[in-house]
Protein backbone atom coordinates (compact mmCIF):
# COMPACT_ATOMS: atom_id res chain seq x y z
CA UNK A 1 0.00 0.00 0.00
CA UNK A 2 0.46 3.69 0.05
CA UNK A 3 3.58 4.92 2.55
CA UNK A 4 5.65 8.16 3.51
CA UNK A 5 9.00 7.59 5.02
CA UNK A 6 10.57 10.34 7.01
CA UNK A 7 14.10 10.80 8.35
CA UNK A 8 13.98 10.36 12.26
CA UNK A 9 14.48 13.51 14.21
CA UNK A 10 15.40 15.39 16.27
CA UNK A 11 17.02 17.23 13.88
CA UNK A 12 19.17 20.20 15.77
CA UNK A 13 20.18 23.21 14.37
CA UNK A 14 21.66 26.49 15.13
CA UNK A 15 19.49 29.54 13.93
CA UNK A 16 20.49 30.28 10.42
CA UNK A 17 21.61 27.12 9.63
CA UNK A 18 20.58 24.82 6.16
CA UNK A 19 17.78 22.46 6.96
CA UNK A 20 17.30 19.17 4.80
CA UNK A 21 14.75 16.79 6.20
CA UNK A 22 14.10 13.97 3.55
CA UNK A 23 10.67 12.32 2.51
CA UNK A 24 10.40 9.78 0.35
CA UNK A 25 6.90 8.22 -0.81
CA UNK A 26 5.50 4.46 -1.80
CA UNK A 27 2.14 5.27 -4.41
CA UNK A 28 0.77 4.10 -7.33
CA UNK A 29 0.46 7.01 -9.84
CA UNK A 30 1.67 10.06 -9.35
CA UNK A 31 0.02 11.59 -5.86
CA UNK A 32 -0.12 14.90 -4.77
CA UNK A 33 2.72 15.44 -2.13
CA UNK A 34 2.27 17.80 1.31
CA UNK A 35 3.94 18.75 4.17
CA UNK A 36 2.46 19.68 7.33
CA UNK A 37 3.60 21.71 9.93
CA UNK A 38 2.73 21.13 13.64
CA UNK A 39 4.17 24.18 16.55
CA UNK A 40 3.98 23.32 20.38
CA UNK A 41 0.55 23.43 21.19
CA UNK A 42 -0.73 24.05 18.12
CA UNK A 43 -3.09 22.35 15.40
CA UNK A 44 -1.54 20.77 11.84
CA UNK A 45 -0.98 23.51 9.49
CA UNK A 46 -0.51 22.98 5.62
CA UNK A 47 2.95 24.22 4.74
CA UNK A 48 3.25 23.69 1.18
CA UNK A 49 2.85 21.22 -1.69
CA UNK A 50 3.08 19.76 -4.92
CA UNK A 51 0.66 18.22 -7.13
CA UNK A 52 2.99 16.66 -10.33
CA UNK A 53 6.42 15.90 -11.11
CA UNK A 54 9.13 18.79 -10.72
CA UNK A 55 6.82 21.09 -9.43
CA UNK A 56 8.23 23.17 -6.29
CA UNK A 57 6.09 24.07 -3.29
CA UNK A 58 7.35 26.73 -1.52
CA UNK A 59 6.03 28.55 1.54
CA UNK A 60 7.70 30.60 4.66
CA UNK A 61 11.11 29.81 2.82
CA UNK A 62 10.90 26.48 2.96
CA UNK A 63 10.86 24.49 -0.57
CA UNK A 64 10.41 21.37 -1.11
CA UNK A 65 10.36 19.17 -5.04
CA UNK A 66 8.24 16.71 -6.43
CA UNK A 67 10.69 14.25 -7.50
CA UNK A 68 9.34 11.95 -9.77
CA UNK A 69 12.77 9.69 -10.23
CA UNK A 70 13.90 9.48 -7.17
CA UNK A 71 9.76 8.85 -5.32
CA UNK A 72 10.84 11.89 -2.89
CA UNK A 73 9.65 15.50 -1.52
CA UNK A 74 12.66 16.57 0.57
CA UNK A 75 11.90 19.66 2.71
CA UNK A 76 14.54 22.52 2.54
CA UNK A 77 15.08 26.15 4.31
CA UNK A 78 18.25 27.99 3.46
CA UNK A 79 18.05 29.86 6.69
CA UNK A 80 16.42 28.47 10.23
CA UNK A 81 14.77 30.37 12.81
CA UNK A 82 14.27 29.64 16.33
CA UNK A 83 10.53 29.89 15.40
CA UNK A 84 10.87 27.24 12.83
CA UNK A 85 11.02 24.70 15.83
CA UNK A 86 8.31 22.21 15.35
CA UNK A 87 7.04 18.79 14.20
CA UNK A 88 6.96 18.44 10.60
CA UNK A 89 5.25 15.83 8.42
CA UNK A 90 5.50 15.10 5.63
CA UNK A 91 2.21 13.42 3.28
CA UNK A 92 0.88 11.91 -0.03
CA UNK A 93 -2.87 12.00 -1.19
CA UNK A 94 -3.66 8.58 -1.85
CA UNK A 95 -6.32 7.67 -4.51
CA UNK A 96 -8.78 7.16 -2.10
CA UNK A 97 -8.30 10.83 -1.64
CA UNK A 98 -7.01 10.33 2.19
CA UNK A 99 -3.71 11.43 3.43
CA UNK A 100 -0.76 9.44 4.47
CA UNK A 101 1.33 10.52 6.52
CA UNK A 102 4.86 10.25 7.86
CA UNK A 103 6.12 9.87 10.80
CA UNK A 104 6.95 13.43 11.92
CA UNK A 105 10.47 15.13 11.87
CA UNK A 106 11.25 17.14 14.65
CA UNK A 107 12.94 19.89 14.46
CA UNK A 108 15.02 22.24 17.29
CA UNK A 109 16.81 25.06 16.68
CA UNK A 110 18.68 26.78 19.12
CA UNK A 111 19.77 30.95 18.81
CA UNK B 1 -17.25 28.48 11.53
CA UNK B 2 -14.41 29.78 11.12
CA UNK B 3 -12.44 26.77 11.64
CA UNK B 4 -12.46 23.25 12.71
CA UNK B 5 -13.69 22.90 15.99
CA UNK B 6 -13.66 19.62 18.02
CA UNK B 7 -14.76 18.82 21.76
CA UNK B 8 -13.25 18.19 24.15
CA UNK B 9 -10.55 19.38 23.87
CA UNK B 10 -8.94 17.10 26.95
CA UNK B 11 -10.50 13.74 28.12
CA UNK B 12 -9.80 11.69 30.89
CA UNK B 13 -11.82 8.02 30.98
CA UNK B 14 -11.71 5.40 33.01
CA UNK B 15 -10.90 1.92 31.18
CA UNK B 16 -14.08 0.45 29.65
CA UNK B 17 -16.10 3.02 29.60
CA UNK B 18 -17.80 4.91 26.42
CA UNK B 19 -16.44 8.01 25.08
CA UNK B 20 -17.84 10.35 22.49
CA UNK B 21 -15.42 12.92 20.30
CA UNK B 22 -17.16 15.54 18.61
CA UNK B 23 -16.11 17.55 15.12
CA UNK B 24 -17.77 20.28 13.96
CA UNK B 25 -16.23 21.24 10.55
CA UNK B 26 -16.02 24.36 8.61
CA UNK B 27 -19.43 25.45 7.11
CA UNK B 28 -19.52 23.91 3.60
CA UNK B 29 -16.82 21.35 3.70
CA UNK B 30 -18.16 17.89 2.52
CA UNK B 31 -14.96 15.87 3.20
CA UNK B 32 -14.48 15.31 7.21
CA UNK B 33 -11.22 13.51 8.36
CA UNK B 34 -10.57 11.63 11.41
CA UNK B 35 -6.61 10.67 12.45
CA UNK B 36 -5.00 9.71 15.32
CA UNK B 37 -1.75 10.78 17.36
CA UNK B 38 0.04 8.71 19.73
CA UNK B 39 2.62 9.77 21.89
CA UNK B 40 5.93 9.46 19.35
CA UNK B 41 3.98 8.01 16.40
CA UNK B 42 2.84 9.61 13.14
CA UNK B 43 -0.69 10.11 11.88
CA UNK B 44 -2.95 7.08 12.04
CA UNK B 45 -5.90 7.56 9.42
CA UNK B 46 -9.18 6.36 11.01
CA UNK B 47 -11.92 7.46 8.55
CA UNK B 48 -13.20 10.09 6.68
CA UNK B 49 -16.66 10.99 4.95
CA UNK B 50 -17.44 12.32 2.22
CA UNK B 51 -20.84 14.30 2.91
CA UNK B 52 -22.44 11.22 5.19
CA UNK B 53 -21.22 8.64 3.50
CA UNK B 54 -17.85 6.80 4.58
CA UNK B 55 -15.92 5.37 1.63
CA UNK B 56 -13.10 4.15 3.51
CA UNK B 57 -13.03 2.92 7.19
CA UNK B 58 -10.38 1.08 6.63
CA UNK B 59 -8.26 2.93 9.77
CA UNK B 60 -10.69 1.93 12.38
CA UNK B 61 -8.82 -0.20 14.13
CA UNK B 62 -11.22 -2.50 15.79
CA UNK B 63 -15.03 -2.81 16.13
CA UNK B 64 -14.86 -0.91 19.53
CA UNK B 65 -14.57 2.25 17.33
CA UNK B 66 -17.37 3.83 15.37
CA UNK B 67 -17.95 7.13 13.62
CA UNK B 68 -21.21 8.97 12.07
CA UNK B 69 -22.07 12.40 10.70
CA UNK B 70 -25.06 13.75 10.45
CA UNK B 71 -27.01 16.72 8.07
CA UNK B 72 -23.20 16.39 5.85
CA UNK B 73 -21.75 18.51 9.05
CA UNK B 74 -21.07 17.70 12.54
CA UNK B 75 -19.05 14.21 13.12
CA UNK B 76 -18.52 11.90 16.19
CA UNK B 77 -16.20 9.48 16.64
CA UNK B 78 -17.47 6.85 19.51
CA UNK B 79 -15.08 4.58 21.33
CA UNK B 80 -16.43 1.57 23.38
CA UNK B 81 -14.76 -0.12 26.13
CA UNK B 82 -11.84 2.06 26.44
CA UNK B 83 -8.26 0.65 26.59
CA UNK B 84 -4.95 2.15 28.10
CA UNK B 85 -4.21 1.99 24.18
CA UNK B 86 -6.88 4.09 23.15
CA UNK B 87 -5.15 7.22 24.74
CA UNK B 88 -3.76 9.26 22.39
CA UNK B 89 -4.85 13.19 20.51
CA UNK B 90 -7.86 12.39 18.28
CA UNK B 91 -7.63 14.76 15.30
CA UNK B 92 -10.36 15.98 13.03
CA UNK B 93 -9.86 17.89 9.53
CA UNK B 94 -12.22 18.77 7.09
CA UNK B 95 -11.84 20.01 3.08
CA UNK B 96 -14.27 21.31 0.69
CA UNK B 97 -14.00 18.23 -1.11
CA UNK B 98 -11.67 15.51 -1.69
CA UNK B 99 -9.20 15.63 -4.39
CA UNK B 100 -5.71 17.71 -3.92
CA UNK B 101 -6.59 21.00 -4.58
CA UNK B 102 -8.07 21.48 -1.81
CA UNK B 103 -5.93 21.08 1.71
CA UNK B 104 -7.26 19.73 4.64
CA UNK B 105 -7.52 21.85 7.90
CA UNK B 106 -7.35 20.31 11.14
CA UNK B 107 -8.86 20.84 14.56
CA UNK B 108 -6.31 21.32 17.36
CA UNK B 109 -7.49 17.97 18.33
CA UNK B 110 -9.04 15.84 21.55
CA UNK B 111 -6.33 14.36 23.74
CA UNK B 112 -7.82 11.32 25.28
CA UNK B 113 -6.11 9.77 28.07
CA UNK B 114 -8.03 6.24 29.99
CA UNK B 115 -6.60 5.72 33.20
Known amino acids: GDSVTQMEGPVTLSEEAFLTINCTYT??????LFWYVQYPGEGLQLLLKATKADDKGSNKGFEATYRKETTSFHLEKGSVQVSDSAVYFCALESNTGKLIFGQGTTLQVKP | GAGVSQSPSNKVTEKGKDVELRCDPISGHTALYWYRQSLGQGLEFLIYFQGNSAPDKSGLPSDRFSAERTGGSVSTLTIQRTQQEDSAVYLCASSPSTGSNYGYTFGSGTRLTVV
Open chain 1, 27 to 32: ATGYPS
